[in-house]
């Protein structure tokens, strides 16, 4: 996955406003989480510290290729998009009202690292498990804004959308290596998605509600 | 706490008269038994979320500017839920 330095460079830079981005969201809904106890907050906040970790993980690991002297090693992307992944996991879980699931699921998701397979492998089968991860998390937003119509809600599933084709056009910059551009292509639209994701946040900034009506 | 918002959000929407909210009205509201609103009320009253105010025969109830702070931050992170399309 070499890239040109300079578009190393951009993806690099969007790989650390994601970090940003998501702990920010991720500091918002754990101020919730102390607010109001909810659970459905707290498995938010544990998605985007993840997703956050994630990317500064991956951050880190494309550092090698504007900084050279940096090594990189496969197990460094491995962790990176495994991070990523389990922060999927929380989103697209967010909603599941089964609470067993979740966990049988999230139990499948720990021991997942421990099978033996190669480097490569565990990162097709990361990015493709992300997809979807989101691809649940869109469905069940959409599903939301059925139920509520607010257009919020229809934006955020939008982001997911676009998180979700960002995680599928990753899988296929894996299997097509020589198409420099896929790899930037999907970190742009990742970056777009959740930006889109940050609208919350900024709306939760300015909202002022003195007398406490809705 | 989501009982907490509704039983204080009952207080200070029925309170129209400005001498508070009997035990009645937010038991219909919150649809529970009297011991566990009893209990409640007592928590909320504890926290100084909620005002007794004593009666003859029967205590009313008035929400608190604490409590209305409290439903004012409730509801931002209720909409805060929402619109990623999650209940709180």
Known sequence: MALPTGMAMIEDVLQFIGFFVSFSIAYVAYRGVRQTHSSSLLRLTTAFIFLGLGFAVEGFVGLDQVI???PLTTMAVVAGLFLETVGYFFLAFSHAIDVMISKKMGAALLIFPVISLSGTQLIDILSILSFYFVLYGVVETVYSYARTRRPDTLLIAVGLALIGIGTFVQWLSLLYLNVDVLSLLQIIMKE????????????????????GTV | MRIIADVLS?????????????????????NMSYSRMSKLLSELVGSGLLLELSGEKISKYMISAKGIQFLSVYYQFEDFAQSYGLRL
């Open chain 2, 10 to 30: 009952t207080a200070r929407n029925m309170n129209t008269e400005g001498n508070g909210v009997g035990v009645t009205m937010l038991l219909r509201k919150g």
């Open chain 1, 68 to 70: 050279p002297a940096l």
């Open chain 1, 192 to 211: 777009i998605g959740l930006l889109i994701l940050f609208t919350p946040v900024l709306g939760f900034a300015v909202r002022v509600r003195p007398d």
